[in-house]
Every structure is written in C-alpha cells, then in structure tokens.
C-alpha cells in the first residue's frame, strides 16, 4: 500500500506536508516526498489527510468494557467493593471474549494500535486479540492476602499457562507479562517471589501504584514509613522493566527512584478524576526524568477507551496545577502516546514513521469544522481532534479499520453479546 500526497507526523514530531509512505509486509519501507520508484501496490489518496504512528494505551482492563456505566459517583474502595468485585464474580470466559472485542473495536476506530492490559480470562482475551489483529501485551494480575508460595496462587498458574501458551503468539503481537496488582493487595514475600521469576524470565510488569492518597498512606502505616514505590523497589520488583499505573500520590523521592529504575508511568487522567484520586504530577515526573505513557483504565472508570481524550487531559491539567500554561507541549503528549508507549512495551520497531519500523498507522481526516484553519497541525491535534477523525487504523501492515468497517470484527454481532450478557450478569448481582 502507497499513502500519497498525505502529511505525516514525523519521528521528532513536527509535520511534513506532501509525502509519499510505503508499506511493505508488515513494514514501513519507503518515506519520502516523491514517489518511490518501485510498485507499492494499491495507492491510498492522502490529500487532507495525516499519517501518525498508532497511539498506545498503556493501561487498561478489557473485558472490564462489560461494566461501562454501571457503577459511577462512588470513590474507588466503594467502587471497587461494592459494585465491581460483586460483578466481576459472575463474568464468565464468553463474556470476556466479546468486551474484548469491543474494547478493541473502540480502540482501533479511534487511533490505538497497541494496548497494555491487565486482567484475568487470559485466554479468552489472547483469542480476541488473535482474531482482531491488534497488538497487546497482557498480564495476568496477582493478589496474595496471606504469606506463602507463588506457585499455589491460581493467577500465578494462570500466568505462568498463558506465559508459555501465548507469549510471542500471533507473529509476536500477543505479548505476556507479569502483573502484581497493587502494593495493598500483595505480601511483601510474594513481590520477592514474583521478582526473582520475572527477572529468571525477563519479563516485563506491570503494576498500579500510588492511585489513591489513602492506599500511599496505609502503606506508610503499614511499612514503617516505606511508600507503595519504596516497597516495590525493596523486593526486587522494579529492577524489571515496569509500567506503573497512575502514580497520583508518588512523592519526590518516589520520582527520583523511579527514574534511576527507568520505570514508565502510565497516566490515566480521567478515571482518576472520575474516581476523585486526584491528579498525576506529570511536570514534575517529566523535570525527574520519569518516562511516561499514557492509559485509559477500564471503561468502568473512564467510561471511554478512546485515548485522544487521555492526550486532551495530559495536555491541560498540568497547566491548571501548575498555573503555567508552558508546563508541556502538544509534541511531549504525542510523544508519550507513540514512541513512549510503544518503548515501555518493549516494542523498539514500533511508533516511528521511518523506513524498517512496523507498519502500525493511523490516518486521521483534517477536514472537520473544528480542524480548520489549520495554522498549527500540532496544536489542533492535542487541543482540537477527537479520535472519531481516524479515518483507517492499519497494525503490522493489515487495515484493520476503515470508514465504518472492520474486516476483522463482526461489530454488530460483539454490540449484541455485550448488551445481553451485561443484562444477564446484573440480573445474577441483583438477585444476590
Ligand atoms: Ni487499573
């Protein structure tokens, strides 16, 4: 495929109008402002168009798309023990499958390439992403209420199954690292444990940290002063490459030591908000040299997996709390939302539009009301675009979206499954 005449948002991101991006395989092979010379198969009209690299969702829990709307105004303990523990209970391996399949769908109609996830059902969640053709790294979380070994902990066996089942599967789309849950939901000897197992493996992690005020201080309490950080650190945890949901609360110190163990925070600003947890000092881990990506969280708490309204709010709140409308620019959110993301997923061939990286692309329409004028491209896409401009969403060189359709997904078919298998497991709850 040959997108002519398109613009594109180049590796140091900047826009360069009027070029020619050449895919071959599953591979960019050509970019440049003529055409190249050898065929490049059916030509795709880019004229008021952009090409950007696909965006990464860096954390999420897919088959959570099943609780969209249900449980809402409540903070996250409530939130969590009250209406979504009681509804997780009942979700069955099919119902997994198709939220899967729709958060996918929602991903790829609105520019996501990629995603990190984390949650149980790993098969059912491998078989979605097989079939739909996006790329995933899934973890399996983990939860220990009680010292012991990790082999006698179900989701360490289940991990441990799609580990050697699936890791590298579907020509490497389908990656599998290890997650623990959270510092509040873990012993300290199973963090050690799980350390020494994916340092043996050389796995990557991926763990909420510091979500909420109240969790960063009960583990204080808990640990003689250590923060949820401190104590990840401690058991070995962050010495793998790790991606760290939220990260709210995190203190100075926290930064400092997340930098010097090259953890990637995934910021997820509206399901933080949404939960009242507060808002991640992005300036601050930025001025620490913390990489960071971006999330959604589920859909439980956000309500949406369209991550264009994740950049809109990385780009804006740092302003609001730091008073100063320089604190970061449109080229620094894009930036974490490609190239970040796609590096703290271990993926180095991916984000990039140059020659030899991964055909994961995204053409975006520049010609709705509230794109025009277009005297800054960069501004209007962080402060302007929404994600329904995604005109086509192509992974490892297949359109996987395009205009309305999905070659891969029969959408109408995965609608009607969710609808109906949420409405029988609120039956189920309501009924006790
Ligand atoms: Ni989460």
Redesign the pocket.
């Known amino acids: 495929m040959l997108f002519s005449d398109i613009s594109i948002l180049t590796p140091d991101f900047t826009i360069q109008e009027h070029q020619y991006v050449a895919v071959k395989g599953n591979a960019i092979c050509y970019v440049g402002d003529t055409p190249p010379e050898q065929d490049c198969g059916p030509l795709y009209d880019g004229k008021g168009k952009l090409l950007l690299p696909g965006l990464v969702n860096t ?1 999420s ?1 897919s088959p959570m798309t099943l609780l969209r709307g249900y449980a809402e105004n409540l903070p996250l303990d409530r939130w969590l023990n009250e209406k979504v523990f009681p509804f997780e209970d009942r979700i069955q391996g099919e119902d997994a499958y198709y939220a899967v399949l729709l958060s996918i769908a929602e991903m790829l109609r609105t520019g996501t390439t990629s995603f990190s996830d ?1 949650y149980f059902f790993s098969e059912n969640v491998a078989r979605a992403v097989g079939e739909s053709g996006i790329k995933c790294n899934f973890s399996r979380s983990i939860v220990s209420f009680a010292e012991g070994s990790i082999g006698d902990l179900p989701g360490f066996q289940e991990s441990e199954a799609i580990f050697r089942d699936y890791h590298h599967a579907f020509n490497g789309r389908f990656l599998v690292d290890m997650s623990l849950h959270a510092e509040y939901t873990n012993q300290v000897s199973i963090m050690e444990q799980f350390a020494q197992v994916a340092k043996d493996h050389n796995l990557q992690v991926q763990i ?1 940290l510091s979500e909420t005020q109240k969790e960063h201080q009960e583990c204080k309490q808990r640990h003689n002063g250590l923060t949820p950080a401190q104590v990840f650190a401690k058991a070995g945890v962050l010495d793998q490459p790790t991606v760290a ?1 939220h990260c709210v609360w995190v203190e100075e110190g926290d930064m400092e030591l997340m930098a010097e163990k090259g953890v990637t925070v995934a910021t997820c600003p509206a399901s933080n908000l949404k939960l009242g947890s507060g808002i991640c000092n992005l300036p601050m881990l930025l001025q620490k040299g913390v990489k960071v990506a971006i999330g959604t ?2 859909a439980a708490s956000n309500n949406n997996l369209n991550l264009w309204k994740e950049l809109y709010l990385a780009a804006l709140l740092p302003k609001g709390i730091t008073h100063d409308a320089t604190a970061i620019t449109p080229a620094q959110v894009l930036e974490m939302a490609t190239a970040q993301g796609y590096a703290a997923q271990g993926r180095t061939d991916c984000g990039k539009i140059l020659p030899g990286y991964r055909a994961d692309l995204v053409v975006l329409s520049l010609s709705g009301p509230h794109m025009t004028p277009s005297t800054n491209l960069l501004n209007n896409l962080i402060y302007a675009a929404s994600g329904y401009d995604t005109l086509l969403t192509m992974v490892d060189g297949k359109v996987l979206y395009e205009n309305g359709e999905y070659p891969t997904i029969d959408l109408e078919r995965v609608k009607y499954e969710v609808s109906r298998r949420t409405r029988r497991i609120i039956r189920e709850v309501n009924q006790g």
């Open positions: 954390h829990h984390m909420h949901a969280d589920s």
